[in-house]
């Protein structure tokens, strides 16, 4: 028998160890294998499809299909879906040569519907024994793992080409506790007025949650309130409009408990398990284990005023002068409470904040000033339109602004950077400049500063940098369904240059995880700072084969761009 007989077996398992076992590959489980994953599970495996698949098998006149075309741009829905992504091009698949695989919406287009990068089998797991048993499944047979509860991910963190899902879309728990002692620690250590969230729950379920108790949480806002309150939102910091308020989420959690690469099911909070607590409040999600339930602080309900502003101008330079104005007195409404978010371009302005526990009086004072400059700047009739208003709860401004609209189904990559508060009390004018210079319309975010620049920058894994930040931008670059990857990666090519403008701008800032640029040349920096080498020791010490990777996550420059093979 030659050498070559006798090493070429040996490198082809070495191959394969160091990578991970896909759908279609003769390494996949058989169905004996998931029959038996079947019966340590209390619900059947579940297959996950394309949304738009029954426009394909059963045909678009199909009572499906109608069902499929009316939701697809309801996050709602979206997330009730085990295949479904929120931003629709996480589905797709392009391969090396510019084929894409996917479902599109559109029948007419004459592609057939394909898999994409929906996962090809799934336990939809509805206890903690259920995620135990798939993750020791994926672990003993080295699976390509995803997580996912709604899908709510610019960065197609939480669904994979070939891979085996965990879905905790159903893990809908949720306990109030008047009185909460965090494990492990003394009752000494009480806190008042807490919330239990389970893996699956949403923020519109938590929002509905608190309020009965006359209660208020740091959560996530978009569209229908559709985005989950467990997973990706809470591991990348959350942020709300209540942050200046408030801080961000993981300035409000008290617990996390999670199924770990291992099997167990740990509980981490200050006192159990440190380190990893520490690591969940920034380090990413599906980065550290799958997790379970997160226990929140709650707040007192209060009246809030909602301030609102939507200004057209004839000229980029009157656009500019009222932009610069604006951004001027960021820092003086963070320090004050008032947070939200704004968007803006070279001929627009639009913006709506909120302030709690604030008299309409007092909102005025803050806010007319700005107004008389917009309008006495506009040479247009009737000028900028502007109002406040007071509400009696956040749960009414939220409930008045977000219980409906779209926001999901579209094709969309995502840039970022935190613009640091210091910048922008000396040089307002350089960071109007730069932004306005960038194509398109620019989100200002206005959820940082205030309660989140006073928290310990130590205090928690998230990258140091919100603690100095005033705000959090967002540009953005889409694409029409059934394009071409040359129109896909030509509009890459755009956002690359507008991220490249932002880092210009503030170089070595760092960007919020969850809203940011997928193709980050170096995301260990931009996302986490000056913690990444403690997350990936922390990774390692909970992690240490690599069950969990997502795209730019801890760990996750130790494997191919697929992230199915490691260097």
Known sequence: MSFFK??????CLAALSRCRCLYGQSCWPSDAHFALLESQISQPLIYPVPPASACYTEGPSSSNCSDFLANTFDGRWRSDQAGSMQSVNWETHIFDNGTIDACYSNTALGFPCEQGSIPNIAVDVRSIEDIQAAVKFASSHNLRLVVKNTGHDYLGRSTARGSFLIWTHHLKNITYHETFVPAGAGPSTSHSNVITLGAGVQWYEAYDAVEAHGRILVGGLSARASVGADGGWISG????ALSPSHGLGVDNALQFTIVVADGRHITANAHSHPNLFWALRGGGGGTFGVITSVTYQTHPSLPLVGAFF???????EIAKGVITEFVRIQPSLAETGWGGYSFFDNSSLNAFYIALNTSWEAANVTWLPFFEFARNASTDSPGPQTLTVP??????????LFSGGQQVGTNVYL???LIPTDLVKSDHEKVVKALLAIDGVTSWHAIAGGEVSRSNPSSAGINPAWRKAISHVVVSEGWGEGAPAAVIDAAKQRLTSKVKKLEALVPGAGAYFNEAFPFEANPQRTFFGPHYPRLRLIKL???????FVVANGVGSEEWDPSLNCRR
């Not at 006798?6 to 490198?11: D, E, K, N, S």
């Not at 910091?237 to 709300?240: D, M, Q, R």
């Open 415 to 417: 840039g970022s950077r």
């Open 6 to 11: 006798v090493l070429y077996p040996v490198a």
């Open 310 to 316: 939507s200004g057209n101008f004839t000229s980029p």
């Open 237 to 240: 910091g959350g942020h709300s």
């Open 541 to 547: 010490q909970y992690d240490p084969k690599g069950l």
């Open 391 to 400: 509400f009696d709860s956040f749960f009414s401004w939220y409930q008045a």
